[in-house]
């Protein structure tokens, strides 16, 4: 029937546009994950995919398994079930010196073994790193991913197919393979910086009061903890890395005759591999492999081990064969560890530029990661008493890249009986800050200790200065980092309000310079005393206040007076003022020697329009009033009326609050226009908001 046939093409071509949409999709996740080449902007892919999504929710029989859509999906597990390895996944023998012995030693024995003589030529050997992570196996069928294990114990593994399949990196399909198996073997990792956001996250979460969350030890152990999380939207946010080195299963496939020919062949396939490998003639090469990548290890964005060695050569491989579970072809020759054990000797309090209070263990000198370390962050009080780090145990140090020694766990068995105490920040320093004196003080809700000296304490004193001069907040032409530095180091600035002693006498002391830039730096100095309410306060560097709740601020208040003045119920008054940016208000003007700078500031000179937070004087008809802005209006856009309302003195924000005071709704105005009938903020429109602003604004 006529009728049928029409469906059937309408079918064929929703099926086509899915097969396309998987295709392109697939291909820019390869050359977004993989080659680090995106070549449409995220929104794009975004739209992409929820075509294909909207496809297959309204038609379920074109869901494959290869599909895009599935990578973050799979349901929370009880376990992994075991998966038996169709080919047993071996280890290789580790050469543990060193220096270059380990290189020699292996050459030497596949030469015996081949029974090559010194007159034979080298053998050829392909060179890569070891990545610290963990082995998987990559089953694909017929090109698709179908299931994704671990090694276990060589024989046996476990199904992780669904965490696995939330790694970007891998493809769901390989490029240009029919093979009915295709096993491909490599080792998942998470990068270092990856790993370092995450114990941030984590230390926050704990810090907020979350029980069962925990901080890793290292990139390898977050990686496994993440392959193994029977959760897999959690495994989802614990982003992972893959390199593929080699193969397992394969039925149909013809193996190149090199192992690098291999790794081109699998790189051609869309899988990640590592370009930092070689191919090179005897021991000699191999050698240099271990020295240049040694040399290289503290830069690559991820741990490595060690090197491995292997028989570029498959028949040469064959022959050699294996030995015990080892293949007799192939070494690990590995660096120096990035972990190491040694005695915590004491433990200081470091004062960093923002005032941050952290315990720092102060150990026996121990050789870690290709240097000698003496001092490692515990990051935090909380850190430190949740791994329980007392003076005098034992503790594991990790130092890997160019990021802090940590300290990352306490060897308990060591333990003796003459530990310290656990450990407590405020009883350490006594309540005050160990460079200034300052009292200190913990955010609700944070981590950190803080010394709320601020501008007063030494340790934040370059900071602060810089933060004062910047162009968001005093302007001071010609004062920068070099400058700041000399002026600090040669003592001729202590606090702010040294900057206006300065003079031609005392700058001419400094190194470099000359008369014509200190002309300027006096000249900028003068200029800045002229600012206005807000900029003054946000250059103050009170924690918690940036240039938009300085202006806030300066506009609720209307005098510095006021606001240093203002009770903490009389600030949380003001717009996207709360209890946690309210006390570090009062914390700041409760120290008298804030108030003293703030003094000496005023009496140099600097002044600024009484009653007028933003430094202009025409008509703020809109002070202290929130608008929200939602649907399309009929003449304005979104950005000229945001600035017609900023102009007068009014506030734009992203969301309807009780503190809104108006919602300007045009065309499709949506979930805005709701949540303001339903809180009963004024809605009007843009007729409405012209009423508002002051005559004379007629630029549209
Ligand atoms: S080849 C038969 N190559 O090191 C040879 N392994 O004991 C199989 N590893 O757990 C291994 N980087 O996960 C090979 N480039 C590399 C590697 C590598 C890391 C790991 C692997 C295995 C262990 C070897």
């Not at 060193?98 to 053998?123: Q, W």
């Not at 009986?417 to 460079?435: I, M, N, Q, S, T």
């Not at 008054?573 to 003007?589: H, K, M, Y």
């Amino acid at each position: 029937m006529p009728q049928n046939r029409g469906m059937t093409s309408t079918a064929d071509a929703t099926a086509r546009r899915a097969a396309q949409l998987r295709a392109q999709l697939n291909d820019h996740a390869h050359r977004y994950y993989v080659l680090d080449e995106p070549q449409i902007p995220d929104a794009e892919y975004d739209r992409l995919f929820q075509e294909l999504q909207a496809i297959e929710a309204a038609h379920p029989e074109l869901l494959t398994p290869d599909s895009p859509t599935q990578r973050v999906l799979g349901k929370v597990l009880d376990g992994f079930a075991p998966v038996v390895h169709a080919v047993p996944m071996l280890s290789i023998r580790t050469e543990t010196d060193t220096e270059s012995s380990g290189a020699l030693a292996f050459d030497a024995r596949v030469r015996r073994e081949l029974g090559l003589t010194p007159e034979d030529p080298p053998v050829e050997y392909a060179a890569e790193l070891k990545f610290d992570g963990l082995a998987i196996n990559l089953r694909y069928e017929a090109g698709v991913l179908v299931q994704a294990a671990t090694r276990g114990d060589g024989e046996k593994g476990e199904d992780v197919t669904q965490n696995i399949r939330t790694i970007g990196q891998i493809p769901l399909r390989l490029s240009g393979v029919t093979a009915p198996v295709l096993e491909v073997r490599g080792e998942v990792y998470m990068s270092r910086d990856q790993f370092e956001k995450l114990n941030e996250r984590q230390r926050e979460l704990i810090a907020q009061g979350a029980k069962n969350e925990k901080t890793f030890v290292n990139p390898r152990n977050a990686a496994a903890g993440a392959v193994r999380q029977l959760d897999p939207a959690i495994a989802a946010k614990r982003p992972l890395s893959f390199f593929a080195y080699g193969l397992g299963d394969v039925q149909g496939w013809d193996i190149p005759p090199t192992h690098s020919a291999l790794l081109d062949a699998l790189e051609q396939m869309g899988l990640p591999v590592c370009s930092d490998r070689t191919v090179t003639q005897g021991a000699e090469g191999l050698v240099a492999f271990h020295q240049a990548m040694g040399e290289k290890r503290d830069s690559f964005p991820f741990d490595i081990d060690g090197v491995v060695y292997k028989v570029n050569s498959r028949e040469l491989q064959k022959k050699l064969g294996f030995m015990s579970r080892e293949p007799r072809w192939a070494v690990a020759h590995k660096y120096p560890a990035q972990e190491q054990m040694t005695v915590v000797r004491d433990i200081d309090i470091q004062v960093g530029r923002t005032g941050k209070l952290t315990p720092v263990a102060k150990l026996e000198p121990v050789f870690v990661g290709g240097t000698t370390v003496s001092n490692a962050t515990l990051h935090n009080e909380d850190e430190t008493r949740r791994k329980d780090v007392r003076i005098g145990d034992t503790v594991v140090v990790r130092r890997a890249g160019d990021v802090i020694p940590e300290v990352v766990s306490v060897v308990l068995d060591k333990r003796g009986a003459d530990v310290g105490e656990p450990f407590d920040l405020y009883k350490k320093l006594g309540g005050k800050c160990p460079v200034c004196g300052s009292g200190i003080a913990r955010e609700e809700g944070g981590a950190d200790w803080r010394c709320s000296g601020g501008l007063f304490c030494p340790a934040q004193r370059k900071q602060a200065i810089l933060h004062y001069a910047g162009r968001r907040a005093m302007d001071v032409e010609g004062l920068g980092d070099k400058l700041v530095d000399q002026l600090i180091e040669a003592q001729v600035v202590h606090t702010l309000p040294d900057l206006y002693k300065l003079g031609l006498t005392s700058l001419s002391t400094l190194d470099r310079m000359g008369e014509k830039s200190a002309q300027n730096l006096l000249a900028g100095l003068e200029k800045s005393k002229r600012t206005t309410l807000a900029r003054f306060l946000y250059s103050l560097g009170i924690r918690q206040i940036g240039e938009t709740t300085a202006k806030d601020l300066a506009k609720h208040f209307g005098s510095l007076d006021r606001i240093m003045d203002a009770s903490i119920e009389q600030l949380l008054e003001v717009n996207d003022v709360g209890p946690i940016v309210a006390q570090s208000i009062r914390t700041f003007f409760d120290q008298p020697h804030n108030r003293e700078v703030v003094e000496q500031l005023r009496a140099a000179g600097i002044t600024w329009p009484e009653h007028d937070g933003e430094g202009d004087l025409s008509p703020k008809p809109l002070a202290g009033k929130t608008f929200v802005l939602t649907g399309t209006l009929p003449v304005l856009s979104r950005d000229e009326a945001k600035e017609m309302i900023e102009a007068a003195g009014g506030k734009v924000s992203g969301s309807v609050s009780k503190k809104t005071n108006y919602v300007v709704a045009g065309e499709e105005a949506g979930s805005k226009l709701e949540k303001a009938r339903e809180l009963g903020v004024e809605v009007i429109d843009e007729a409405g908001l012209r009423a508002l602003l002051p005559a004379g604004d007629e630029r549209l």
